[in-house]
């Protein structure tokens, strides 16, 4: 059984910062790229940021230069550092990983996700 688990969302007024923490834990072998996710009411869920293992990062338009993703190999956890957050920064953030067991499957697994709102 391999589980995420994120934690760190909450309120916060428009400039603000947060920082969310996503863990992995189960048979793991090793972890390939993690990210993280967001889906506001009425949208569609749409890319945040990915980190491979060995730390190339690629980040959406909207959140480049605010946002900073990463994980803590040893660990099996990835965070995301909010700053300047804006209203439109408000969604639910999920993470997700793609894991390899100790019996070697390929897994893909998403977290519970997390609230983030952001007042103006």
């Known amino acids: 059984q391999v589980q995420l688990v994120e934690s760190g969302g909450g309120l916060v007024q428009a400039g603000g910062s947060l920082r969310l923490s996503c863990t992995a834990s189960?048979?793991?072998?090793?972890?390939?790229?993690m990210g993280w996710y967001r889906q506001a009411p009425g949208m569609q869920r749409e890319l945040v940021v990915t980190i491979t293992s060995g730390g190339s990062t690629n980040y959406a338009d909207s959140v480049k230069g605010r946002f900073t993703i990463s994980r803590d190999n040893a660990k099996n956890t990835v965070y995301l550092q909010m700053n300047s957050l804006k209203p439109e920064d408000t969604a639910v953030y999920s993470c997700n990983a793609e894991i390899i067991t100790i019996a070697r499957s390929r897994l893909l697994r998403w977290g519970q996700g997390t609230q983030v709102t952001v007042s103006s």
């Open positions: 189960g048979s793991i072998r090793s972890i390939d790229v």
